[in-house]
Every structure is written in C-alpha cells, then in structure tokens.
C-alpha cells in the first residue's frame, strides 16, 4: 500500500514565524500535492510539483512555498505564519492515478 | 478550468436507508472521477475511481457510483447504509492535461446516519 506521511499531526506555532511542513511518500510517485482543507471550502489546491526541483502554483498559493530536492520528499513552507493559515493542511502524491494523502497536519497559528 | 459541485453539504439519513451523495463537474476535456472518504481527524481516504470502462464502479464495502457524461454526474449510492459510514464525503475530477495530474475537489457533503 502507498503510505504517505506527514510529519506533524498537531502543531501550534506563533503570528511570524516560519513554518516547515514536511511530507513523504514510499511509492516513488512523480506527482506530489499540498491542500488546504477549511470547513465549507473542501479542499483547495496550494501548490504542487510534478518532479524533483518542479512546482507549479495551485489555487491559493500567497503566504505558501514549497521545496522538493527529493522525489519522496515534498516541503510546504509558510514564509510568515498569520492567524489565517490556521487549518488543516493535507499532502498527497500519484501518478497516473488516484492521489494517495497522509493523514493532515493540524495547524494552529496563534 | 475543470470544477466540481457537491450538491448537499449535509445528508441525515437513518441505518439501513438508501443514499445517494451528489456530485457533478464541468471540464473541457476527457475527465477522471473520484470519491474519496474522511473519517474524523483523518486524511483521506480513496473509496471508488472512475478511469475508463464500465461506467458504474463499485467499492468493496457496497458504495457505487456511476459515471453519466451527458449529465455531467459521478453521484455516489448505497443501498442500505450503516453507522459506520457517518464521514464526510468528498468527488473529485482529475483531467491529466500536461505532465501534472491535478485533482479538483468539491467542498464535500457530510452524511450523517443515525439509528
């Protein structure tokens, strides 16, 4: 089975701070994704990367950036966290089919 | 631009009732249809996927769903629910234009069943 694994289930961080959240997957997928997910919005798009060093700018990507070095590895970084990216942030990876999610990160900004 | 709409943002439906969860999109071109699930504090979960083939796909614990391209709907059924399937539900479509196959979701429709 795919497994993809986000490294922080619940985090609370501070209005400014940089944030890092980190995603891997096993299935050596060439397609990794990071989403936002707010009640009543469903899920929406911040960025994804269709390979090692590509990315590709989803629906909502202000206040977002993201790094892939490697191909299992797929980073979401919040530049300068404010009280508006507090949310459920959920990662997934595919390739030619489904997408496959880790289980969310819970973040709350404070 | 594809974009998928989820007709019910909530579905009370008693045990052992049928169901049927909305969905339809829009694209412009060949398209690729999913429902995914979502327990509480979860991620998600795949349920059924549409790809090519048979228009009506079943998952393995008794949901289908039917692909109908002239109405543009991937609604999903159960004839007989459980409590156990109290979640929130979520369609999306995928076209896989260029090298990134983008999933687009619907803001999902939470079924809750009760006894």
């Known amino acids: 089975d795919v497994k993809v694994t986000q490294s922080s289930r619940y985090l609370v961080k501070r209005t400014g701070e940089k944030v890092f959240l980190e995603c891997v997957q096993d299935m050596d997928h060439e397609n990794m994704f990071w989403y936002r997910q707010d009640p009543g919005l469903g899920l929406r798009l911040i960025y994804f990367?269709?390979?090692?060093?590509?990315?590709e700018k989803g629906d909502i990507p202000e206040g977002y950036s993201v790094s892939r070095e490697k191909k299992e590895r797929f980073s979401l970084i919040l530049e300068s966290a404010s009280t508006n990216q507090t949310s459920m942030y959920l990662c997934a990876s595919s390739f030619r089919g489904p997408a496959f999610f880790g289980q969310g990160t819970r973040l709350t900004v404070v | 631009a594809q974009s998928v709409t989820q007709l019910d943002s909530q579905v009370p439906v008693f045990e052992e009732a049928p169901v049927e969860l909305r969905c339809n999109y829009s694209s412009s071109v060949s398209v690729y249809l999913f429902w995914y699930v979502q327990y509480p504090n979860q991620g998600l979960q795949l349920l059924l996927k549409y790809l090519s083939g048979s228009t009506l796909v079943e998952s393995i614990n008794g949901f289908e769903a039917e692909f109908n391209k002239s109405q543009t709907s991937f609604h999903l059924r159960k004839p007989s629910v459980h409590i156990s399937d109290t979640a929130e539900y979520f369609c999306?479509?995928?076209?896989?234009?260029?090298?990134?196959?983008?999933?687009?979701f619907g803001t999902g429709t939470r079924l809750q069943v009760t006894l």
């Open positions: 999306a479509v995928s076209d896989w234009a260029g090298t990134a196959s983008k999933l687009t």
């Open positions: 990367s269709y390979d090692v060093k590509m990315k």
